[in-house]
């Protein structure tokens, strides 16, 4: 039985969680860019608290817009997966889940 095994890659290291976030991030908010976060709090040290506020404001945006291209993304994994399922196993896509992708992602 002969098993094809493939992993998205990134160079030369797969592709990890915090490469997704922050591929995804990185066009909305780069200052909360996994690399980033850890240095935020020398980073705005002598902000006001009314900059504070805004920024939070801004990161909460941030996070609802990465929110919403995150499940743009698992949805168009979610149809591709499902077309392979119903390539492997005729009759298993469930139905409304197995059209619509294209192959290629969305423009976020």
């Given amino acids: ?3 094809h095994t493939q992993t998205a890659k ?5 592709w990890t969680m915090v490469d997704l976030y922050d591929l995804l991030m990185g066009e909305i908010e780069p200052d ?3 690399a980033v976060i850890p240095k935020l709090a020398k ?6 608290p009314g900059e504070a506020r ?3 404001e801004r990161y ?4 609802a817009t990465f929110d ?6 698992l949805t168009f994994w979610r149809k591709g997966l499902r077309r392979m399922q119903a390539q492997a196993v005729p009759g298993t896509a ?3 889940e197995e059209g619509g992708a294209s192959g290629q992602l969305p423009a976020l």
């Fill in 1 to 3: 039985m002969a098993i």
């Fill in 10 to 14: 990134r160079g030369d290291r797969q």
């Fill in 32 to 34: 909360l860019m996994s």
């Fill in 43 to 48: 980073l705005y040290a002598g902000e006001t």
């Fill in 54 to 56: 805004a920024r939070a």
């Fill in 60 to 63: 909460a945006r941030a996070f």
């Fill in 68 to 73: 919403e291209r995150l499940e743009t993304v």
């Fill in 94 to 96: 469930r139905s409304g």
